[in-house]
């Protein structure tokens, strides 16, 4: 598969710790949109919990955020000041330009239906959004915020090559629980970083190494430090 390097698409999912692992899914995705701001990237949701960032080498810069973030800190819903562990699930997927895994047609299932987000009356009342199934794999993509079908199908499409590639990609490093098919399992065990906002400290367990500014990192968008040695 050939994957155009300027594209991220980065897809935010709740683990365990309910409402707040929810939260903090969201947190990340702004934080993300943050940093792609100062990078001067361009940004778009393409759905809730997608984003798509585009920018010189942006997928380089993204790629390796995919997995288990843990998050430990005290809920603004916790009356007694207990600190919480929650995680979120990140997958990073790129746009494919050209593949050369032929998709036969059949292993296609289309589901189409209406929005019930915002969008006016053509949205909502007509069935533009869409649900795309690969049966092979079970791998499901939707597409639901822009206002013609059309335009929802190429999502829909672009997400699940990008999910095809993240799962040969997994198959490739032997790595057990998919993210794209299992959604691993959002066990704080599985986690590739935890952010504890007490000490203000930010740990990727593949570097082996802490920052202590994670306030800025969360609430500024300042991953530089963290990701460039990952990208190197």
């Known amino acids: 598969m ?40 361009k940004f778009v949701y393409l759905e ?11 997928f380089s810069y993204f790629k390796n955020e995919t997995g288990v973030h843990r998050v430990q800190r005290i809920p603004t819903t916790e009356r007694r000041g207990r ?9 990073v997927l ?35 959004a869409v649900r795309l ?11 639901s915020r822009e206002r013609y079908q059309e335009a929802n199908r190429k999502i829909a499409m672009d997400i699940l ?11 490739r490093k032997g790595i057990v629980n998919s993210y794209v098919k299992d959604v691993g399992t959002g066990e704080r065990a599985e986690k590739i970083r935890t952010y504890n906002f007490p000490q203000n400290r930010l740990t990727d367990h593949r570097l082996e190494k802490s920052f202590y500014n994670l306030e800025q990192i969360i609430g500024e968008g300042k991953w530089d430090k963290v990701f460039n040695p990952l990208t190197r």
Not at 12 to 31: C, F, H, N, T, Y
Not at 83 to 91: D, F, L, N, P
Not at 161 to 171: A, C, I
């Open 2 to 41: 050939t994957i155009n390097p300027k594209v991220a698409i980065i897809e935010a999912i709740p683990g365990v710790g309910g409402d707040e692992a929810k939260l903090w899914m969201k947190e990340l995705l702004l934080s993300y949109i943050r940093f792609a701001q100062k990078m001067n990237f």
């Open 48 to 58: 809730e919990n997608i984003i798509k960032i585009t920018g010189e080498n942006a």
């Open 83 to 91: 600190i919480h562990t929650s995680t979120a699930i990140i997958v």
């Open 94 to 128: 790129p746009q494919i330009i050209q593949t050369d895994t032929r998709i036969h047609p059949s292993d296609l299932e289309w589901q189409f239906f209406r929005s019930g987000g915002k969008g006016g009356q053509n949205v909502n009342k007509v069935s533009t």
């Open 133 to 143: 199934t690969h049966k092979p794999s079970g791998i499901v993509a939707t597409a």
């Open 161 to 171: 090559l990008g999910k095809l590639y993240q799962l040969e990609e997994e198959k």
